[in-house]
């Protein structure tokens, strides 16, 4: 089954402590990035890769940083989080294939900074 | 830069109704990909319709269908026969022709609620 995973789904820390959000897909796409949401705001773009070890800020990428080394992951790191980076986050991947555009959600991870 | 405007931040129909969601968008790209989205209470964002800029035709999908207006730069999504598991947060949103880019593009959202 084609599918982009996360993990935690949930997570609940302390300010300043590093983190790290995993993403993988089964799906073999070139493309893939990160998203938070925010009420009211939508989703924003954090940062993005076009291939391996290529990536690219998005909107939003303060306080974040990624890396890829391999096609499959893309693994979000809040090395210092703080309370305002309390969101909703998505890995997202896509594809200049079949379906020209499209990019499909992991199932979201929702990040607690006290 | 572009950006996409979702006016209505909630809606409500009756189940079996018809409703309409808005979104109009900028742009200065004459080709791009518009997107609806559904995000229930699970969370998950799940793809219901999308739209090619060059084509005239408006996209349907079962029950969902789009009101695509490139010179106005609307794009509005038509539930029919509006049913319970419906009721979600829709986004509208856009992305670029470019390959030297990943961005969706969203708007703000519009949280439809189906009454009994």
């Known amino acids: 089954e084609a599918q982009v995973t996360q993990n935690p789904r949930y997570l609940i820390t302390v300010t300043g402590k590093k983190l790290t959000v995993t993403c993988s897909q089964n799906?073999?796409?070139?493309?893939m990035s990160w998203y938070r949401q925010d009420p009211g705001l939508g989703l924003r773009q954090i940062y993005y890769?076009?291939?391996?070890?290529?990536?690219d800020k998005g909107d939003v990428p303060e306080g974040y940083k990624v890396s890829r080394k391999e096609k499959r992951n893309f693994p979000l790191i809040l090395e210092s989080p703080s309370p305002n980076q309390t969101s909703l986050y998505f890995c997202?991947?896509?594809?200049?294939?079949?379906?020209?555009?499209?990019?499909?959600f992991g199932p979201g991870t929702r990040l607690t900074v006290l | 830069a572009q950006t996409v405007t979702q006016s209505q931040p909630e809606m409500s129909v009756q189940e079996a109704e018809t409703v309409t969601l808005s979104c109009t968008y900028d742009?200065?790209?004459?080709?791009?990909?518009l997107f609806w989205y559904k995000q229930p209470p699970s969370r998950q964002m799940i793809l219901v319709i999308r739209?090619?800029?060059?084509?005239?035709q408006n996209a349907t999908e079962n029950r969902f269908s789009v009101n695509f207006q490139k010179a106005a730069k609307s794009f509005s999504l038509k539930i029919s026969d509006s049913q319970l598991g419906d009721a979600a947060m829709y986004f509208c949103a856009y992305r670029s022709p470019s390959y030297n880019t990943d961005k969706l593009i969203f708007g703000t959202g519009t949280r439809l609620q189906v009454f009994p």
């Open positions: 890769s076009m291939n391996v070890e290529v990536t």
């Open positions: 799906m073999n796409h070139e493309y």
């Open positions: 742009t200065s790209e004459s080709d791009y990909y």
């Open positions: 739209q090619e800029a060059y084509k005239q």
């Open positions: 997202a991947t896509s594809d200049w294939g079949v379906i020209w555009g499209e990019q499909f």
